[in-house]
Structures are given as C-alpha cells and as structure tokens.
C-alpha cells in the first residue's frame, strides 16, 4: 500500500518522532547495560588475588632464621592461585656459602649472632631445601681439632624452607649461639664455652664455608 505523499498530518509526525525517540532510548540503554556486564565479568575473572601464608621459624640455639631483605620469604611457606614451573634442585657444586660474625668479640654469657648467605653460583636457577635441618653451624678451636658447639646437636629437625634461586641470588639466614656446648643428639651437659679464640664454620650438604675466627672475652 503506498503511503500518501506530501506534507504528513502532525498527529503522523509526532508519533514517528517519539517512536523514533523510544528506540533510540532502548538502544542505548541495551549498550550501557553491556558496558557495565563486561566491566562486572573483568572484576571477577581478575581480581582473585594469590595468597600467601607465613610460618615464622620459632627463635633458640640453634634455630635458623630468614635474615635481612636477601631473604624475605626465606622461611616462610608461601602458596599462591598461579601454578610455578619446577626447578631442578641445586647441586652442591651451584652453591657458595658463607658465614660471618655479628661482631668480632663477646663477653661470657653474650650470644653470639652468626649470619649466613648461600648464594646461586651456577648460570641457571635451581631449588633447594634451606631449613634448619639443611644448614649445620659449627663452632670449632681456632685451631679446628675441637667441636664445640653444633646447630643440629639438639635441633637436628626443622621445618623445611626450600625455595628458587636465580643466578647470583642469595639467601641470607641468622642462627643465635647460647654460647654453651652441645654434643650430638643433645648427650651429656651444656656448659658455657669459656674465653677465647673460636671460629665458626658454615655447611650446606658438602659445601662448607671458611671458617670466621671471633673471641669470647
């Protein structure tokens, strides 16, 4: 049916323009209500954050701990949403350890602070176990003939600590001394050690430090 032509009557004209209006509203009403639908579904398929869980490693004799900002998350036991590839574990010979003395002399009944850093040496990132467990701290005569003090003696397990370490990456640990002797499986008595020269060695598998002399005054 053809339509007429000419000028339209204005009851004709006014309501093309209002039906004309009336699709326009819907429409964009349709397109921010898709906007806001995609912002939504953005939020909730990003905005899952990975968690993280602490187990801070209980103080003693002994006991050893993340040190400085070279190990932040050294002995913490962390787990996140996103899945790490696995790294083959450290050999020994990737490994440098190294030990220190927080300060050169003590005086009976101080305790000691030695520092440990174990240092990725090899061109390739790689895991291993750093726990109180792993690591052994000694304290020896200057001379080395004689054991005195041991880190495992009476701490020999401990919670594991293994992390990745890129090439050149350290982690940093701490061990206080009570300054007592101690002999395997915690034997016999505990007697402090009495002034004099002593060094302290530091060992991670078959990798061992040099040894740091210090004094007991």
């Known amino acids: 049916m053809l339509e ?4 339209l009557p204005p009851e004709i004209y006014w309501r093309r323009r209002v039906f ?9 009403a349709l397109l921010i209500w898709i906007v806001l639908m995609v912002a939504r579904g953005g939020d909730s398929a990003g905005g899952a954050q990975a968690t993280s869980t602490t187990v801070a490693a209980p103080a003693g004799d002994g006991k050893v701990e993340p040190s400085g900002s070279a190990a932040a998350g050294a002995a913490e036991l962390s787990s996140s949403d996103t899945a790490q590839p696995a ?8 490994l440098a350890v190294k030990v220190t003395v927080a300060q050169p002399t003590y005086r009976v009944g101080e305790k000691p602070v030695f520092g440990i850093v174990i240092t990725n ?8 176990d750093f726990g109180s467990a ?3 701290i000694s304290v020896q005569t ?4 004689r054991r005195l003090w041991t880190s495992t003696d009476c701490y020999p397990e401990g919670k ?12 940093a640990f701490q061990v206080t001394w009570s300054g007592s002797t101690s002999q395997p499986e915690c034997a016999g008595e505990r007697v ?18 040099t040894a740091e002399p210090f004094n007991i005054a």
């Open 160 to 171: 594991p600590d293994t992390r990745t370490l890129d090439r050149g990456e350290q982690a």
């Open 192 to 209: 402090p050690v009495p002034p004099g020269a002593y060094t302290v060695v530091a060992q991670l598998g078959s990798v061992r430090s």
């Open 134 to 136: 792993a690591q052994q």
């Open 4 to 7: 007429p032509t000419g000028p």
């Open 20 to 28: 004309a209006v009336g699709v326009l509203v819907v429409v964009l």
């Open 87 to 94: 790294r083959a574990q450290c050999p020994d010979q990737s």
């Open 142 to 145: 200057l001379d080395g003939s």
């Open 121 to 128: 040496i090899s061109a390739e990132p790689c895991s291993r």
